[in-house]
């Protein structure tokens, strides 16, 4: 049997093994998909012993999506500019090959707005927000990208790097020093405000940064609709929450490991279980 699992710490609400499992189940696969729970105290010593083990690949998620990459012996070149992975495939000699597959699933959604979107306001700058700022830099007709930040050298850091990859606007500014002087095409939210104990806020109100077409989009799944969401609803712009996302980077990996996709019956099914 091959075995599959998400590393990570914590990983009591992962929805990982329910939508793999699903899948596995679904081509009759002779695999199984589990969680690695691993306290970072720990974490050296076990990537070692794991290291040895006969697994066949893992999603990674916080705190480790930075960490694992010195476990790796080769780094997708997308993973390696964002700089951070959460996917690995053991390779039939034994060795670790890294994968961003948030960078994927992150655009899947957005595909219909391509046309409309030159401009995007980011929120966030940890590894989610990594990944999605340098898909927005890859969005065909993107001209401008705004940082929102809660801590300013982790956005002057991001800031650098996507410099490097793309010229053009850039801006960064810092959460609560922001005037709101300027529309954008997409607004994102990439911090976990609006989920667990944030549940109740916001990372700063949509429509001030909207015209009457931006397209709003939250990574946060659970809940469904964040107030974020909701106040982008009430003012008639389009949402877009983070399942898609979740569904989308979920199949990238399957079909690293497994070269096979997601059929519709899947998704159906992922779906009536998880949401
Ligand atoms: P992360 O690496 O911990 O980064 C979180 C970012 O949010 C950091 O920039 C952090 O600021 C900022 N932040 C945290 N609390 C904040 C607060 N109270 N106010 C303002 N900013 C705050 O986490 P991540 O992996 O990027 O995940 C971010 C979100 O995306 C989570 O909600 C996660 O569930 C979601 N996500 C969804 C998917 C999907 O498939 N839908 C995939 C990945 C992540 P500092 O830089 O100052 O620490």
Not at 19 to 46: C, G, S, W
Not at 90 to 103: C, H, R
Not at 146 to 171: F, H, P
Not at 195 to 212: D, I, N, T, V, W
Request: aromatic fraction near 12%.
């Amino acid at each position: 049997m091959k075995k599959f699992a998400i590393i990570g710490y914590p990983l009591k609400h992962s929805a990982s093994p329910g939508i793999h499992n699903t899948a596995f189940q679904y081509y009759r696969m002779d695999a199984a998909y589990d969680k690695l729970e691993i306290d970072p105290v720990q974490f050296d010593v076990k990537l070692s012993k794991i290291k040895k083990e006969s697994w066949s690949g893992f999603n990674v998620t916080i705190p480790y999506k930075q960490s694992i990459m010195t476990y790796l012996d080769r780094i997708d070149k997308a993973a390696q500019r964002i700089g951070a992975v959460n996917t690995v495939k053991v390779e039939n000699d034994g060795s670790w090959s890294g994968y961003n597959t948030d960078y994927v699933g992150f655009l899947q959604p957005l595909e219909p707005y391509h046309p409309q979107i030159r401009s995007g306001l980011l929120a966030g700058a940890g590894g989610a927000a990594r990944a999605v700022a340098f898909a927005l830099c890859d969005l065909p007709y993107i001209e401008r990208i705004c940082l929102l930040v809660r801590s300013k050298q982790k956005g002057e850091m991001l800031l650098q790097d996507l410099k490097k990859y793309k010229s053009i606007e850039y801006y960064l500014v810092e959460m609560g020093n922001d005037k709101s002087e300027r529309e954008y095409d997409l607004l994102v939210n990439a911090t976990p405000v609006g989920m667990g104990e944030l549940r109740g806020q916001m990372p700063f109100e949509p429509q001030s940064y909207a015209h009457k077409n931006t397209v709003v989009y939250d990574l946060i799944y659970n809940p469904v609709e964040t107030i974020f969401l909701q106040a982008a609803k009430r003012t008639g712009l389009h949402i877009i929450n983070g399942w898609p996302m979740l569904l989308g980077q979920a199949e990238e990996a399957f079909r690293i490991w497994t070269g096979k996709g997601f059929t519709i019956e899947i998704k159906q099914r992922v779906e009536k279980e998880l949401r």
